[in-house]
């Protein structure tokens, strides 16, 4: 593994974000989140916290449901099936290939996504983090993991490796799940402090066909006793650093494992427009400027008034 990078400098910056931030986490949290890579908020989000965003993921389901039934590859748009199952009894019995058609992750612009993003609660936990100058980078993913379905399982890699050029640091993402994740459908496995580590070599993960990156050959030398393996409950939060290595494994249950990742930075850093508009979260400088759903919606990165 490569060696660990200086980390005086991130630790001022750190301390510059935030002074004076009123974040909710404690001292020990932010601790834990500095020293391992990453943090569990256990139920963070309750039941009306997570409605619009299901209503979202339910929205989405109908459109890839009515285009199903429109190319004939189903007969029945299973709209009474629950929403942890009924994406997955769509595409039962059709191909991977069927599923990779809508990509292994989603970006819509649906309201529900930006009251998530929006959501107060994960806002304060980012603040504790970066200060108040929140911006929402516009690398957000909605993640479906169907059963038996090869986009499901995500090997080791670092976040960064996506945006190994943008001048964006520190990158905080934000791991959400809807339904319960667990050992069996594929919750998250993290490889604690590896965050200390610049972006490793990385290259195109080749046997499913879905173009996740993977690390490079010889990068990481995976010790199982330092793995931590991550079932949450729904509504559950993890953040990490985008350092830090992490993967997913496959969905062997009968249902979706829904969750969405956001990301977060400080306003002064590269928001990378050519990943797409991000936007104005919060802030104690400008609240003026913090967008609104109809900003995001239109991809405006602030409200102008």
Not at 151 to 173: C, E, L, R
Not at 225 to 250: C, E, K, Q
Request: charge should be negative; include cysteine; proline fraction near 7%.
């Amino acid at each position: 593994m490569r060696a660990a990078i200086d980390r005086n400098d991130d630790q001022l910056g750190n301390a510059r974000m935030r002074a004076g931030n009123h974040g909710s986490l404690t001292e020990d949290q932010v601790l834990r989140y500095d020293t391992e890579g990453y943090l569990v908020l256990d139920g963070l989000l309750d039941d009306a916290d997570m409605a619009p965003v299901r209503a979202a993921l339910t929205e989405k389901v109908d459109r890839i449901a009515a285009d199903l039934l429109a190319a004939g590859k189903i007969d029945d748009p299973l709209t009474a099936v629950g929403f942890p199952y009924r994406l997955a009894r769509l595409f039962d019995g059709l191909t991977g290939d069927d599923f990779l058609e809508y990509g292994r992750s989603w970006r819509d612009r649906i309201a529900g996504y930006h009251t998530l993003m929006s959501n107060p609660k994960v806002l304060d936990a980012v603040e504790s983090l970066i200060g108040p100058e929140i911006f929402a980078n516009p690398v957000y993913n909605v993640r479906p993991k169907v059963p038996k379905i090869a986009a499901g399982a995500v090997p080791w890699h670092q976040d960064k490796s996506y945006w190994p050029d943008a001048n964006s640091n520190p990158v905080i993402t934000v791991w959400i799940s809807f339904v319960d994740a667990t050992l069996e459908n594929g919750c998250l496995h993290v490889y604690p402090r590896t965050q200390r580590h610049r972006v490793m070599t990385y290259q195109a993960e080749e046997q499913s066909g879905t173009g996740y990156l993977t690390l490079g050959a010889g990068e990481l030398d995976l010790e199982p006793s330092r793995v931590a393996a991550l079932p949450v409950r729904a509504g559950t939060a993890i953040l990490f650093n985008d350092r830090l290595v992490h993967s997913s494994t496959p969905n062997d249950s009968d249902h979706v494992r829904w969750s969405v990742d956001l990301r977060y930075q400080p306003t002064d850093q590269d928001p990378m427009p050519q990943h797409g508009a991000g936007f104005l979260a919060r802030s104690r400088r400008h609240p003026e400027r913090v967008a609104t759903r109809e900003d995001w919606l239109a991809e405006r990165p602030e409200h102008l008034g």
